[in-house]
Each structure stands twice: as structure tokens, then as C-alpha cells.
T-cell receptor
Framework: DSGVTQTPKHLITATGQRVTLRCSPRSGDLSVYWYQQSLDQGLQFLIQYYNGEERAKGNILERFSAQQFPDLHSELNLSSLELGDSALYFC????????????FGPGTRLTVL | AQKITQTQPGMFVQEKEAVTLDCTYDTSDPSYGLFWYKQPSSGEMIFLIYQGSYDQQNATEGRYSLNFQKARKSANLVISASQLGDSAMYFCAMRDYTGANSKLTFGKGITLSVRP
């Protein structure tokens, strides 16, 4: 158990819908990262937050957004869902940024029908 | 841009034997870190081992060791005394430290199957 929690574990929804994925980092970790794992794209970095502020953006679609709250938990919002958004979404956390090891949560498996 | 290459096809190893999983990387940054993660069939990503670009010695963590050859830009994972529970997908990843971006860049992964 990495100490990173993600809810829900599984999510099935329809095209055009909006969903929210939630992540709680390990105790004491200030950085939160979101990654998407799909069969065709592999593991892709989406976005990073550090202590409530956006730090870096990767291949995140405009239909996706995220935020980190004062209690350091983070949410990833996915809207206008398409079939291609079906993937495993991971949250990872680290103590700080830079050299810190990232520990991953169990992931949320999103299926868009 | 950073790139991680894992080109081995599915790997098979006999229980209790050692196995090496290959990883090569490309970066122009002088300061970076290399990581290996394990993803069993249940889906979670488990951190295994880390090697910094300036570390003088190869990293070791229990049965895992990292064969770091900087000049060849390779960071192979060695698993000693394989166990059935080692059957999983293994990902090599890299992060550079010269910018504010701490993202991990992953390879495509290698599937390891341990035979009893």
C-alpha cells in the first residue's frame, strides 16, 4: 500500500458525460501528479500540482481540468467524455518536487460506453 | 526531449533464477533520475528502485538492483531469485531535475512471466 488513495476504483459512464476522479496523497506529500494509462498511448503525464498551485502541464486535453485543495487532496475533472478517454487514471504524490520519488495510487479505471 | 526505450518482448524466467530487464534512455540534461515501477495484473504501480545520475554506486533494494551504465545511457533492472509474484509488467521511467517540471517519462514496459 503506497498510502495514496484514489476513488472510485472503477467508473463506467456514457459519452458526453462528466466525471470527477479524486485523489488523496500520502500524509506529508505536497505534490500531486495525474497520469493516464491507455493501450495506445501508454503512460502519459497529465498535470502536476504543488501545495495547491499548478506546477506543470503535460498532454492534458482542454476537456480535462484538475485542482488541488487546501487539504492537499486533488480532483481530476473529465468532461464531454469520448470513447477514447477510456483508460486507467493514476494519481501519484511526492514529498516535494524535483528529486522526490513519486508513489502511485491504485488508479481509477474509467470506461466510456 | 526525454525518451525511454524498452524493446524486449515478453520475458520468461524460471523461478529462483535471475533476470535482467533492459532500459535505455535519452536526455540532454546532466541531472536526472531513473526509476523502475512494477505493475501487476491488479493494475497498481509499485515503486521498486531509484538511481540518480550522479550516484556513484548502482542502486540496490532487496532482490532488485539497477545496472546503471551512464556512458551507454542504460539502466537495466536485475531481479535476483525470481518469485512467482514477480510476474508483472515492469516500467522504466525518467525525470530530469533541471527544470520545474517533475513529470515522469515512461517506457512502454516489459512483461515478465515467472515459470514454476
Amino acid at each position: 500500500d503506497s498510502g495514496v488513495t484514489q476513488t472510485p476504483k472503477h467508473l463506467i459512464t456514457a459519452t458526453g458525460q462528466r466525471v470527477t476522479l479524486r485523489c488523496s496523497p500520502r500524509s506529508g506529500d505536497l505534490s500531486v501528479y495525474w497520469y493516464q494509462q491507455s493501450l495506445d498511448q501508454g503512460l502519459q503525464f497529465l498535470i502536476q500540482y504543488y501545495n495547491g498551485e499548478e506546477r506543470a502541464k503535460g498532454n492534458i486535453l482542454e476537456r480535462f481540468s484538475a485542482q488541488q485543495f487546501p487539504d492537499l487532496h486533488s480532483e481530476l475533472n473529465l468532461s464531454s467524455l469520448e470513447l477514447g478517454d477510456s483508460a486507467l487514471y493514476f494519481c501519484a504524490s511526492s514529498v516535494a518536487t524535483g528529486a522526490s520519488t513519486q508513489y502511485f495510487g491504485p488508479g481509477t479505471r474509467l470506461t466510456v460506453l | 526531449a526525454q525518451k525511454i526505450t524498452q524493446t524486449q518482448p515478453g520475458m520468461f524466467v524460471q523461478e529462483k533464477e535471475a533476470v535482467t530487464l533492459d532500459c535505455t534512455y535519452d536526455t540532454s540534461d546532466p541531472s536526472y533520475g531513473l526509476f523502475w515501477y512494477k505493475q501487476p495484473s491488479s493494475g497498481e504501480m509499485i515503486f521498486l528502485i531509484y538511481q540518480g545520475s550522479y550516484d556513484q554506486q548502482n542502486a540496490t533494494e532487496g532482490r532488485y538492483s539497477l545496472n546503471f551504465q551512464k556512458a551507454r545511457k542504460s539502466a537495466n533492472l536485475v531481479i535476483s531469485a525470481s518469485q512467482l509474484g514477480d510476474s508483472a509488467m515492469y516500467f522504466c521511467a525518467m525525470r530530469d531535475y533541471t527544470g520545474a517540471n517533475s513529470k515522469l517519462t515512461f517506457g512502454k514496459g516489459i512483461t515478465l512471466s515467472v515459470r514454476p
